[in-house]
C-alpha cells in the first residue's frame, strides 16, 4: 500500500466519483476509498458496486469509509474506519481476516492500539489544516508521521490539508502513502494532479 491513495468526495468533484474513479486507476492508483456521508443507504450500495467493478477491472484495492455493511454488500476489498466509527475488533469479526481494515489515528497512542489489535494500515490524520473534513481536528505535523512510523510495522497514509507543495515532506517524514482530496478532484484533470503526486514517490526511490 504505496504512493497516492485516492477518497472520493462528491462535493468537490468537478466530474463525479465514477469519472474521478476511473481516472485514478487508470493512471495507477493502488487503493481507492469510497465516501459518500451524504447518500442514503441504497444509492451508497449501487454506486459502491460499480466503482468496485471499475477497481478489479484495473486491480486497485477498493475500500469503503465507515459502512461495513455496505462494504460487506458491495463485496469491497474492505473498510476505512474513524475513531467514532465500529471498533476494528468488531468490524474484524464481521467481515473476517481476509478484508483489509485501515483505521484512522490522530496520535501515537492510537495508532499503537489500533496495531495491536489488527488494522492493516492506518490514515494518519490530519497532518496539516484542512477544509475537506471540519472535525479533523487540530493539526498534527509531519512529526507525528515520523514518530508513528518509528513504532509500527503497518503502512501509514498521510491525510489532512496535503498539496503538491508541502507532499514531499510528508513523503520524506515516512509516509508510505498520501492522499489529497481538494487538491485533485476539485481541479478540472484529476489524472494529471494524481500523476503529480506518484511523482513525488518515484523520486524518492
Known amino acids: 500500500m504505496k504512493g497516492y491513495y485516492f477518497i472520493t468526495d462528491s462535493k468537490l468533484s468537478r466530474a463525479g466519483n465514477l469519472s474521478d474513479v476511473l481516472q485514478a486507476v487508470a493512471c495507477g492508483v493502488e487503493v481507492v476509498q469510497y465516501r459518500n456521508k451524504n447518500a442514503e443507504t441504497r444509492q451508497m450500495y ?3 458496486v460499480r466503482l468496485r467493478e ?11 469509509n465507515d459502512r461495513v455493511d455496505i462494504a460487506l454488500a458491495a463485496e469491497a476489498d474492505g473498510v476505512h474506519l474513524g475513531q467514532s466509527d465500529m471498533p476494528c475488533l468488531a468490524a474484524r469479526k464481521l467481515l473476517g481476516r481476509e478484508k483489509i481494515i485501515g483505521v484512522t489515528v490522530h496520535n501515537l497512542a492510537e495508532a499503537l492500539e489500533a496495531e495491536s489489535i489488527g488494522a492493516d494500515y492506518l490514515g494518519v490524520s490530519p497532518i ?4 475537506t473534513k471540519p472535525d479533523a481536528g487540530k493539526p498534527a505535523g509531519i512529526r507525528l508521521i515520523e ?3 518509528a513504532r509500527v510495522d503497518i503502512p501509514l ?23 489529497a482530496i481538494s487538491s485533485v478532484v476539485a481541479k478540472e484533470n484529476v489524472r494529471d494532479e494524481i500523476i503529480k503526486f506518484q511523482e ?4 524518492r526511490r
Open 128 to 131: 496539516f489544516q484542512t477544509a
Open 157 to 179: 497514509i498521510a491525510i489532512g490539508g496535503i498539496n503538491h507543495c508541502n507532499a514531499g515532506e510528508v513523503v520524506r517524514a515516512g509516509a508510505d502513502g498520501l492522499c
Open 46 to 48: 449501487e454506486e459502491a
Open 147 to 149: 514518530e508513528i512510523q
Open 54 to 64: 471499475i477497481c478489479r477491472d484495473f486491480g486497485s484495492i477498493f475500500l469503503i
Open 200 to 203: 513525488i514517490f518515484a523520486a
